[in-house]
């Protein structure tokens, strides 16, 4: 009886712990660390398209603009060939343009597109530029 109660009291006192840790994180105000992972998941934008071929599988992109370049992050469940199109404006002629990034079925991975800058992206779907 002795060691069912002693279980029974650190089980207690182990869920007492587990309730009591995240009501009092939530009255205490947020750090430095949590405001700035905050941040840059607003600034990250993250898109997703249906594959044709299999079924149920998905083309995923995601990307944050930074200062000089985006660096687009890219995974491709699909099993054909996915083309991700970034329209940017440049800020100083104000000349739009279009640049595609091929991507090959099975392939995750990254490319940089320089001059596509915090401001300037004006759209990124999926497809082809016309040009």
């Known amino acids: 009886m002795r060691r069912v109660t002693g279980v029974t009291a650190a089980v207690t ?17 947020p750090s430095e660390t949590t405001t700035a992972t905050n941040a840059s998941q607003v600034a ?4 997703s398209h249906k594959c044709d071929k299999p079924k149920g599988k998905r083309f995923n992109i995601s990307w944050s603009p930074g ?6 992050y890219f995974n491709n ?12 404006t ?9 640049t595609n990034i091929g991507v090959k079925p099975g392939v995750k ?23």
């Not at 699909?78 to 329209?87: F, G, T």
């Open 13 to 29: 006192v182990a869920a007492g712990l587990i309730t009591t840790s995240p009501a009092s994180a939530s009255s205490s105000a």
């Open 44 to 47: 990250a934008r993250e898109k």
């Open 67 to 72: 200062m000089e370049s985006t660096t687009f």
């Open 77 to 88: 469940h699909c099993r054909e060939k996915n083309r991700i199109k970034v329209w940017t």
């Open 90 to 98: 440049d800020s100083v002629t104000h000349v739009t343009s279009c």
């Open 109 to 131: 991975g990254k490319k940089k597109v320089w001059g596509a800058i915090k401001g300037n992206i004006d759209m990124v779907t999926f497809g082809t530029c016309p040009w």
